[in-house]
């Protein structure tokens, strides 16, 4: 957390503030149940470290979260019994982040489940491609 920031909803759950449901919990990171969830064992992985974008993250924290994510979805599958799961972390509002604090969801999936997806891709020009794939590549 930089001076003076305030305590995200999730710094306030890793607090004990405010009650949650854990189902794991180690130095560096917390997993919970959502209390809002959009299916049953919808968990958020969240880093102790306040920050915002996932970007923010120190390395550290950022590949312990690499590591567990994994673990930490196969323990809901087999709580659920659902077979597929969507692991989504958003950052930033046009993202659809709700929460000022790095948080990870893993919902569980069934075919009959009616959340749907939407991915609304569109062909991009190999040219297009080659000059934006260069200029992330450059770091630019």
């Not at 180690?26 to 919970?32: H, K, T």
């Not at 923010?56 to 979805?73: C, P, T």
Request: glycine share 8%.
């Amino acid at each position: 957390m930089g001076a003076g920031a305030e305590p995200s909803l999730f710094t306030r759950i890793i607090r004990g503030e405010i009650p949650c449901q854990r189902v794991f919990e180690n130095e560096r990171l917390i997993a919970f149940l959502d209390i809002n969830p959009l299916a049953e064992g919808h968990t958020l992985v969240v880093p102790k470290q306040q920050a915002e974008r996932f970007e923010q993250l120190s390395e550290d924290v950022a590949a312990e979260i690499g590591r567990r994510l994994g673990e930490i979805a196969r323990r809901v599958l087999r709580a659920t019994g659902a077979a597929d799961y969507n692991l989504l972390q958003n950052n930033g509002a046009a993202a659809g982040q709700v929460v000022p604090h790095v948080h990870f969801h893993i919902i569980p999936r069934r075919a009959s489940d009616g959340l749907g997806y939407r991915w609304p891709a569109k062909p991009a020009s190999p040219d297009a491609l080659a000059r934006l794939a260069e200029k992330i590549a450059a770091g630019e």
